[in-house]
């Protein structure tokens, strides 16, 4: 999701990327909501595209499919139809509001609303949600493989520190080292500074196996007395 947000004009910006589990995610990549009154059929597209960026990567690197993509299916498939059927994105049907009544508060409703078309009009409903769709992702494939490089950075990067926030998503795919990399060589090289500085350990007193210290006591014969003013 993340990479392909990156890489389509007009996807939303990305706040993180985390692969921690969460209820039943597995892993999300959360975006940035922008206030806005309305959204081009352009945004939309790229929606699409990056809501489907992550089964596509799956299918990639692994050659086949899982269970864990089922949310990304069910939001984008809402978001194609919302485009065929209310707003009036669909060329074959050009600009007409086939949404039906939604204004039904009782559970189930996708299966009790009344339609007002005929069941050739259904029919082409389908094809232009399923023809929204299968662009997407061929379009996220062809991002997908063409950056196959940064898929792999940017998945070894959420490997080792399963949050990546907007800005360190950025560096990754710059081919740059982390903030939180580079502070930590700081630190290295100065723990390493100071250990050499401060020399070796003087052990001599420690033999035989021994490492209790050692008390010199002063020899009676020798013990002196403050001097008397």
Known sequence: HALVAKLTPGAP??????????????????????????????????????????????????????????????????????MVCDWGMSKSLGPVSLGGDDEQIFLGKEFSRQRDFSEHTAQTIDKEIRDLVVEAEERAS????????????????LLDYEVLDDAEIDEILHGRILPRDTAAVVTQAKEAESASKSGPVDDSHRQNGDDSEQIIKPDSSTSQTPAQG
């Open 142 to 157: 062809s991002l997908l493989r063409e950056n196959r490089a940064k898929l792999d950075a940017l998945s070894a990067a």
């Open 13 to 82: 910006p990305i706040n993180k990327a985390v692969i921690v589990p969460r209820g039943q995610a597995m892993g999300m990549v959360s975006f940035l909501s922008e206030e806005r009154h309305s959204v081009k059929e352009p945004q939309l597209r790229a929606h699409l595209d990056t809501g489907l960026g992550g089964c596509v990567a799956e299918s990639i690197v692994f050659g086949e499919r899982s269970t864990g993509a089922q949310a990304d299916y069910k939001q984008v498939t809402a978001v194609a139809r919302a």
